[in-house]
């Protein structure tokens, strides 16, 4: 529970006070890093303090409208407002604690509240203002907060009375404060702004604010009400224009999950989900397979749509993904090395980024049964290709040129094997031109302008000492053909993209919608319209041509690992999404390959009576 921070006293000291001279510039900097609705998260944290300092007593939180101010000057228009029932400010406490950057009624901590997070987030967006009304033992209060048009500074605004707060009647109190409780009024950059508009990055506007926080919070404390208005432009009497309740993604998942767990993971706890077929998708949460950090009750880094499958794939999660939630719960360092950063983005572990493929490695090692169970249930229904045996036949023929080593390097390994530094810079030749082999002379005379690529300590470069196990062989990637018709694809998974290959697995996911596989068979399926049953056999061999230019590109790009001239980053960009795209794009040879194998399963196309030669190939 938070505790009340008395003032401190002024004391005579032997140091002079670090001032920040241009408050302006900080304050609007800060607000650089910080999410679009990150204001949200932070006047909810503020307000949820406010009511665990009133020692336990249940409270509510409501996102509204400012209804008395539009009824007075509806042409301000609605004005978003987060109200609580919490312990309240004074007049005086409100001078004192809103006007300073990192200052907060409550204990400031590197893990609890900051003193600063609402006045970053909220002030940069409202520079009209930021209203506090507050009430606290009946007594009401309020202070105006704003950035000055003539000065451009932040601060509080002077009233009538001479002072930067003004006692106010209960005329105003909204509901559902009663003795205690704040209300703070976003009044937005310019006259007449809805604030209580969806901004740009929120989803589902009509609830982008009950959206957001089932998105940023996996639970609120017990005895707490948390409520958000929806559809508020619609009549007051509408039963449209609502405060929805607010639960956070915990009761979602209970409510709309078939199976649930947690493993155990390396300083972390990995807890999972498998949503039911059907969920509640109404909008009010995300709806569909996601990972995140959870931390004190709150989620950090979520991944959704396409990085949230390629998170969840990383964690071994191939098929079945749009079904999966896992939420990754690191454990608390024993010097309190686990933390928020200052935008409340993401989270620190001893101030570096959170170990992601790690936690994906040590899951994937550790895959629960039930999500197992699941992918099998979803691949069971892919196209899983039968080409492979064939592919692979015609690529015997070319092995050599893949120059695949007959070690891979692990850190079980038995062996020890040299790495292949060959990355050299080179020396200068006598016409001026540069080369690795004239680099490549050892103790040649002269001056020397190349050598080993780098700074001179890379000479020192512990090569040689790599474990690494013996493979009698290489495994060609596995491929599996993908469809939104089977369910083994999401509409918004590798749209209008050929492929992705997923290097843990060695698993190539190809498209089967990809227009330009599905152009190619409509092609063929038109100049064999006049063969019983040609269909499968056309998909079939269509697939076949297609899966080698992937397997290919793939096998390729694995060849060019430790040559020293690619690094890890750069071989990955060989097999990205994009690149398997274009692999795919040059289609005159292989549509030359398709009409000879159908000409030998179908018989050629001089065969039939109508045709006067074979149909041109694709350019």
């Known amino acids: 529970m938070s505790t009340t921070v008395p003032p401190r006293s002024k004391v005579t000291t032997n140091i002079l006070e670090m001032k920040v001279a241009n408050m302006t510039f900080m304050l609007e900097r800060l607000a650089?890093?910080?999410?679009?609705?990150?204001?949200?998260?932070?006047?909810?944290?503020?307000?949820?303090?406010?009511?665990?300092?009133?020692?336990?007593?249940?409270?509510?939180?409501?996102?509204?409208?400012?209804?008395?101010?539009?009824?007075?000057?509806?042409?301000?228009?609605?004005?978003?407002?987060?109200?609580?029932?919490?312990?309240?400010?004074?007049?005086?406490?409100?001078?004192?604690?809103?006007?300073?950057?990192?200052?907060s009624m409550h204990a400031q901590s590197k893990h609890g509240n900051f003193?600063?997070?609402?006045?970053?987030?909220?002030?940069?967006?409202?520079?009209?203002?930021?209203?506090?009304?507050?009430?606290?033992?009946?007594?009401?209060?309020?202070?105006?907060?704003?950035?000055?048009?003539?000065?451009?500074?932040?601060?509080?605004?002077?009233?009538s009375n001479g002072e930067f707060w003004l006692p106010i009647s209960d005329d105003i109190k909204p509901q559902p404060i009663k003795d205690h409780g704040t209300m703070v009024i976003l009044l937005g950059k310019k006259p007449g702004e809805n604030t209580i508009d969806a901004p740009p990055e929120a989803q589902i506007p009509s609830r982008w604010v009950t959206r957001y926080l089932?998105?940023?919070?996996?639970?609120?404390?017990?005895?707490?009400?948390?409520?958000?208005?929806?559809?508020?432009?619609?009549?007051?009497?509408?039963?449209?224009?609502?405060?929805?309740?607010?639960?956070?993604?915990?009761?979602?998942?209970?409510?709309?999950?078939?199976?649930?767990?947690?493993?155990?993971?390396e300083q972390t706890t990995a807890r999972w989900?498998?949503?039911?077929?059907?969920?509640?998708?109404?909008?009010?949460?995300?709806?569909?397979?996601?990972?995140?950090?959870?931390?004190?009750?709150?989620?950090?880094?979520?991944?959704?749509?396409?990085p949230g499958v390629a998170r969840l794939q990383?964690?071994?999660?191939?098929?079945?993904?749009?079904?999966?939630?896992?939420?990754?719960?690191?454990?608390?360092?024993?010097?309190?090395?686990?933390?928020?950063?200052?935008?409340?983005?993401?989270?620190?572990?001893?101030?570096?980024?959170?170990?992601?493929?790690?936690?994906?490695?040590?899951?994937?090692?550790?895959?629960?049964?039930?999500?197992?169970?699941?992918?099998?249930?979803?691949?069971?229904?892919?196209?899983?290709?039968?080409?492979?045996?064939?592919?692979?036949?015609?690529?015997?023929?070319?092995?050599?040129?893949?120059?695949?080593?007959?070690?891979?390097?692990?850190?079980?390994?038995?062996?020890?094997?040299?790495?292949?530094?060959?990355?050299?810079?080179?020396?200068?030749?006598?016409?001026?031109?540069?080369?690795?082999?004239?680099?490549?002379?050892?103790?040649s005379g002269g001056n020397h302008a190349g050598g080993r690529a780098g700074d001179i300590y890379a000479l020192f470069a512990d090569v040689g000492n790599t474990p690494a196990e013996e493979v009698g062989s290489f495994f060609d990637p596995q491929v599996t053909w993908v469809s939104v018709r089977d369910g083994s694809r999401t509409a918004d998974f590798l749209e209008d993209r050929a492929a992705k290959y997923l290097p843990q697995a060695n698993t190539i996911q190809a498209n089967a919608d990809f227009r330009v596989f599905t152009d190619m068979v409509a092609r063929w399926r038109k100049f064999y319209g006049h063969v019983p049953n040609a269909e499968p056999v056309i998909d079939s061999v269509?697939?076949?041509?297609?899966?080698?230019?992937?397997?290919?590109?793939?096998?390729?790009?694995?060849?060019?690992?430790?040559?020293?001239?690619w690094s890890e980053q750069e071989v990955e960009l060989l097999w990205s999404e994009e690149a398997l795209t274009s692999t795919v794009l040059p289609r005159y040879h292989v549509d030359e390959r398709i009409k000879r194998s159908l000409g030998s399963k179908l018989g050629t196309l001089k065969d039939k009576e109508a045709a006067s030669a074979a149909p041109a190939s694709a350019v």
Request: proline share 4%; net charge negative.
């Open 32 to 103: 650089q890093d910080c999410a679009p609705l990150q204001f949200i998260r932070e006047l909810t944290e503020n307000a949820i303090q406010g009511i665990e300092a009133r020692g336990g007593k249940a409270g509510e939180i409501h996102w509204d409208v400012d209804w008395t101010r539009y009824e007075l000057e509806p042409k301000e228009g609605y004005k978003l407002a987060c109200i609580d029932t919490g312990i309240g400010m004074t007049g005086p406490e409100m001078v004192d604690y809103i006007n300073q950057l990192s200052s």
């Open 214 to 265: 089932n998105s940023r919070y996996f639970r609120f404390p017990e005895a707490m009400t948390v409520k958000a208005r929806e559809n508020w432009t619609s009549p007051r009497d509408d039963q449209h224009n609502m405060l929805r309740k607010v639960i956070g993604m915990e009761g979602w998942l209970k409510k709309n999950s078939a199976e649930s767990g947690s493993v155990a993971l």
């Open 273 to 306: 989900w498998i949503l039911k077929e059907k969920v509640d998708d109404s909008g009010s949460h995300f709806s569909g397979g996601h990972v995140a950090a959870l931390y004190d009750d709150e989620l950090y880094e979520m991944a959704v749509g396409r």
């Open 542 to 565: 269509v697939r076949e041509w297609f899966q080698q230019q992937l397997v290919e590109a793939v096998l390729g790009a694995l060849a060019l690992r430790r040559s020293g001239n």
């Open 115 to 159: 003193g600063m997070g609402a006045k970053i987030a909220a002030a940069t967006r409202n520079t009209l203002g930021l209203v506090y009304l507050s009430w606290k033992n009946g007594h009401g209060a309020m202070i105006h907060l704003w950035k000055d048009p003539d000065t451009e500074t932040y601060g509080l605004r002077r009233h």
């Open 314 to 443: 990383s964690f071994g999660i191939i098929f079945g993904y749009n079904r999966v939630v896992v939420y990754v719960q690191p454990l608390q360092t024993e010097n309190g090395g686990l933390t928020a950063n200052t935008a409340r983005t993401h989270l620190l572990i001893e101030g570096q980024p959170l170990p992601w493929t790690d936690w994906a490695t040590e899951f994937r090692e550790n895959m629960p049964d039930p999500i197992a169970k699941l992918m099998d249930e979803v691949a069971a229904g892919a196209g899983n290709s039968e080409n492979a045996s064939s592919i692979r036949e015609r690529l015997k023929q070319i092995r050599d040129l893949f120059k695949f080593s007959r070690y891979r390097p692990t850190p079980d390994g038995k062996h020890m094997i040299e790495d292949d530094f060959t990355n050299t810079g080179g020396n200068t030749s006598k016409d001026g031109a540069t080369g690795q082999q004239a680099g490549s002379r050892k103790g």
